[in-house]
C-alpha cells in the first residue's frame, strides 16, 4: 500500500519475511473458525513491486506500479478454511464421516523498487553543484562538500513559487562517463529520473574542476540515452553553474558551452546555486516545462 509517510524501503531489507495471520480452527456447535486479518505493508509512494518468475529470460515479473498514496495490489492470497463433517451432511446422513481439508495460502518472492516522484531532475557531474541549488530553491536539506560523490542517496525538494505553484526537484548522486554500465554511484540512481517531467543539466563552469563543461554536458547526456533513451527524449535545460566563482580564462570555454546547447536545442541559462544569480530565470523555465507537461493530464482528466 502507497504510503506518504514511508520514504524508503530499508525495513524490508532487514526484516524480508512476512506473513498474514492465521485462520482460527473450526469450534463444536457447528461453528467455523474466524478468518485471519490481512497484512497490510506500507511502502513509499512510487514503489515497484516485482515477483520472481521461473522465466529465465524475465526473472521478474511487474506485479503494481504503487505511484499514488492509498495504491493496492494484492500479491499472496491466504488460503481457503476447511470444511467439517456437518457441511456434508443430509436429511438422511446426519453425521457423515467425511471432510474437507483446509489449503495453504500464497508464498511469493517479491522485488521491491522505489523510483521517485519528482517533476524536475537536476543531472550532472560530482560536485556540479546540484545539491548547493536544491537547498538554496526548497527546503531540502543534503550534505554539501567540496568532495566528489558527496551526495550518496538522491535528494528531493518542493520549490514554490508564486501564484501557488509549486514541483518537486530531484537531486541524484553525481554521473560519471560509464555510468549506464554501473561506474561511479549515479548509475543506482538514474531510475529515479525515468518518472520526471524535465531535466536541469548542471555544467560546473568556474574552470576550478579542470574539466570541459562542453565533454561534460556531451557525456552526461550520452549516459542518459545509453540508460535509457526515453530519459534522452525528455525536455531539457542547461544551467551553466558557478557562474560567480567564473574565472576569466574560462570564459571561453562557457561560450563554447552555450554553442553546444544551442546546436542540440536546449535551453542555456547561467546560474550560481550559491549566490542565487540567475535562480529565478531558472525556476521560471523549469515551471514552463512542468505546467506544459501537465496539460495533457489535465484536458483528458
Not at 227 to 247: G, M, R, S
Request: charge should be neutral; hydrophobic fraction near 40%; glycine fraction near 12%.
Amino acid at each position: 500500500m502507497g504510503s506518504p509517510h514511508i520514504n524508503t524501503l530499508i525495513n524490508f531489507r532487514f526484516h524480508p519475511l512476512f506473513s498474514a495471520e492465521r485462520g482460527g480452527h473450526g469450534q463444536g456447535s457447528n461453528c467455523t473458525g474466524h478468518g485471519g486479518a490481512d497484512l497490510d505493508l506500507p511502502v513509499p509512494i512510487g514503489t515497484l513491486v516485482y515477483e520472481k518468475t521461473d522465466d529465465p529470460e524475465q526473472p521478474h515479473r511487474l506485479l503494481a506500479d504503487l505511484a499514488e498514496d492509498g495504491a493496492r495490489v494484492l500479491v499472496a492470497r491466504g488460503g481457503r478454511g476447511g470444511l467439517g463433517n456437518a457441511r456434508f451432511a443430509t436429511s438422511t446422513n446426519r453425521a457423515p464421516r467425511k471432510v474437507q481439508p483446509g489449503e495453504p495460502g500464497e508464498v511469493k518472492d517479491l522485488r521491491l523498487e522505489l523510483k521517485l516522484l519528482a517533476d524536475v531532475g537536476l543531472v550532472g557531474f560530482p560536485n556540479a553543484g546540484k545539491s548547493t541549488l536544491i537547498a538554496h530553491i526548497s527546503a531540502a536539506r543534503p550534505k554539501i562538500s567540496d568532495y566528489p560523490f558527496t551526495t550518496l542517496t538522491p535528494n528531493l525538494g518542493v520549490v514554490r513559487l508564486s501564484d501557488d505553484r509549486s514541483f518537486v526537484v530531484a537531486d541524484v548522486p553525481g554521473l560519471v562517463e560509464g555510468a549506464h554500465r554501473g561506474r561511479g554511484l549515479g548509475h543506482q540512481f538514474l531510475r529515479h529520473l525515468e518518472r520526471t517531467k524535465m531535466l536541469v543539466h548542471l555544467v560546473d563552469i568556474s574552470g576550478a574542476s579542470g574539466r570541459d563543461p562542453v565533454k561534460d554536458l556531451d557525456t552526461v547526456r550520452r549516459e542518459l540515452e545509453l540508460f535509457q533513451p526515453t530519459l534522452a527524449a525528455k525536455p531539457q535545460i542547461v544551467a551553466a553553474n558557478k557562474i560567480d566563482a567564473l574565472d576569466p580564462a574560462n570564459d571561453d570555454a562557457v561560450t563554447a558551452l552555450e554553442r553546444r546547447a544551442a546546436d542540440v536545442g536546449l535551453p542555456f541559462l547561467r546560474i550560481s546555486g550559491a549566490s542565487g544569480q540567475g535562480l529565478h530565470e531558472l525556476l521560471e523555465t523549469m515551471w514552463d516545462g512542468v505546467a506544459a507537461s501537465r496539460q495533457p493530464a489535465a484536458q483528458g482528466a
